[in-house]
């Protein structure tokens, strides 16, 4: 059973930069994409980045390309979100997900920017 648990989340002012972890469990990293995905309150899901596993690399929605990075540890079995320069529109509840399509979530987790 596929097990995804954020941390690391927080309220921080523009400008801040803050670091989201997903450990996993029940999937090896190493074989399987993974997802932010990100959900403004009473708003619909935006994809944030992916990691992918076949070798592509990394991808980014615009608005946060060059702010944000995605990474793994494949020992740990942990992906993370590093945010930079954290913009007031940045702010929603961050889900770690398996895929690039995602078919299994974590809990999310809250990032809150303001001033």
């Known amino acids: 059973q596929v097990q995804l648990v954020e941390s690391g989340g927080g309220s921080v002012h523009p400008g801040g930069s803050l670091r989201l972890s997903c450990v996993a469990s029940g999937i090896a990293l190493s074989y399987s994409h993974m997802s932010w995905v990100r959900q403004v309150p009473g708003k619909g899901l935006e994809w944030v980045s992916a990691f992918y596993a076949d070798g592509r690399g990394t991808g980014y929605i615009e608005s946060v390309k060059g702010r944000f990075t995605i990474s793994r540890d494949i020992p740990r079995n942990t992906v993370y979100l590093q945010m930079n320069n954290l913009k007031p529109e940045d702010t929603a509840l961050y889900y770690c997900?398996?895929?690039?399509?995602?078919?299994?979530w974590g809990a999310g987790i809250l990032v809150t920017v303001s001033s």
């Open positions: 997900a398996k895929g690039d399509i995602p078919n299994a």
